[in-house]
C-alpha cells in the first residue's frame, strides 16, 4: 500500500517528504545541484524532527516508489546495533556498496572496504593483521615512524624559517591542510611501506593527483550513474582527461609502493608472503587514497579546534612539551592531548555517515531493548555527524556540555563516570566486525603530528567559525588556516639539543 511505513516494531522511523518543503535546506537524495553539501542532504532528513517526541525523532526514511527504502538514523542505540550486526554472518547487514561506487572504479571493487560476505573476510585476512596494534608497536616499528617524521618536520621548518628570515617577520598565515597532507602520505609511503619517494615529488605529483580522484570519486557516483568509462568521457570532457592522468600517476604510485615489498622493509614483513602482489593491490590503493583522506581529515579538524581554544592548546602543550621520544608509552599518557583527540572525532568525525545495506528482512535491538524491523534491500545511512551533535545524546544533561561545543572536558568528566561510559560511543572509527583496521596506525600518525605542530607553534585561527567541508570526508573548510608563530625552546623541555633536533635545518641531504 503506497504511504504505508514498511518498518516495523517498537522503534518504527517516520518518513521524510520526497519534494519540496519550504525551509528544508535540500531535497533528502544527491542530485548534480546539492552533491557538494552531503551534510544538507542528511539534515534534510532531520528537518524538524525535533518537534517530534517518539521514535522519529532520530529515525527517518525516504520511500520512493518503486525503490528499497532508505533509512537515515542519528540515533546511537540504533547506529550500534546496525554495526554490530554487520558482517558474513547469516542475516548480517552489509557495507552499501552504492554510495561508494566511485570508490570502486578508482580502487577495483576487490577490497576491503568495497567487499561484502566472504569476500570481506578473505581481504580482512589477508590485508588487515599488518595494522594491527601488536604489528605496529614494536619498538623497531615505531622508531621508523619518529624517525621519518621528525626529518619531515625538520625539512618544513627549513622553508618555514627561510620565509621568516625573508619577510622578517616573526609570524606566518599559512593553510596547514596542504602541509598536513603530505606530512601523512610520506609517513604512510616511507614508514609503512618502506618506499622512499621525494618529499617535493609527493607534493607536487601525488598529492595533488590524490586529492582530484578523492573529489572524482564522489563526483563520478553522483553524475556516471550508469559506469560509463573513464577513457570513453576523456574523449569529451577536460575533467575526465584530467582524472585519466591522475589515475595513471595514482597506478604509478601504488607500482612504486610494491616494488618495496621485496626489499621487507617498513611493515611489508608483516604481510603473509604466500600472498600475491595482485590480490593486495586494490587495498594497497584503498589504503594509501582512504588512509591519507582519513588521517588528514582528523589531523587537521585536530588544529582547527585548538586554533580557536587557546586553553587546550596550553593544556596540550604543557603536556607534550617534556616528551621527548613519543612512544606509545608517553603517548598514552599524555591525558589532555587523548581528551582532545577524542573530543574532535567526536564533534567533527572524519567519515560522517556509514552506508549500510539490509540483505534480507532484519531485527534490529537496541542495547535499551527497542526493536526496529528493517526491509530487505533498505539503504541505511548511519548519521554519525548528527548523532555525535544532538544534544539528547550529547548534550548538557548527559556529558555536561552542549553537544555542539568542542569541549575536551567532558571526557574527563565521562571517565569519572561509572557504568555507562561504555555506551558513548562517538563511532569515529566504527564498531563492530567493521571496525577501522586503522585505527592504531592513524591515531598514531595524529597524535605525533598534533603533538609536534603544539610543541612547536602557537596557532591561532584566522575565521572564527570552524565551518566543515565534505566530500568522501570532512574538514574545515578554509584549509585550516592559521597564523602561526615558532615557540621558543622551553624549560620544559628534556635536553637542550632537543629543540636543536627539531628546528635545525637538516644539512645531511
Ligand atoms: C585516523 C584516521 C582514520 C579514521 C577516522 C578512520 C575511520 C574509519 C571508519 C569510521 C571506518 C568504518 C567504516 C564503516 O563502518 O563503514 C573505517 C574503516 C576502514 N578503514 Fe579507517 N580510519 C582512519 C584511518 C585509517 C587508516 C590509517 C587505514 C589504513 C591504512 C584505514 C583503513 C580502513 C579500511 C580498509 C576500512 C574498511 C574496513 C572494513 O570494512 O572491514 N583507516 N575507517
Redesign the pocket.
Known sequence: MIGANPFDGDCRPTRVPLLFKSGRPCLPFPHPWNFQRPIDILDAYFWRADEESGSGRHNRYLDVPGMPPVLVTRDPGVIRAI?TA?GDREGHFD?DTLPSTGIARATGDDT??FGNGSM?RQQ?KVS?AP?GKTSLFQIDVFFEFEDTFRNTVRKRLAVLRQHLLETGSSRLQIAVEPEIKTLMLEM?VEC?FGTSIDYQELQEVYVPALERIIDHIVRDTVINRLGFPRSLLARFSRRYAQANRDFAAFEELTDRVLTARSSGRGLWKKFRAEVPDAALRS?IK??LA??LE??T??ATWTISHLARNELWQEKVFREVEAIADYSPEQLSEARHLGFVLEET?RLT???YF??RKATVPTRVQTADGREMSIPEGTHILLDVWHANRHEDHWGESVTGFSATEFAPDRWDKLATQKGPTKEHLH????HGP??????H???L??ALVVGVFVKLFHFRAIHPDNEVKAGVSTKPADGTLVELELREPSAGMTTENEWDTIVKPDTSD
Open positions: 554495526l554487520t557495507r576491503l572496504l570481506w580482512r588487515a595494522f604512510l609503512f587495498n584503498v589504503f582512504g588512509a582519513a588521517t581529515s582528523y572525532l568525525p572524519s567519515l556509514l552506508p563511532f569515529g572509527f566504527g567493521r571496525v577501522c583496521p586503522g585505527k596506525l592513524g591515531q600518525e595524529v
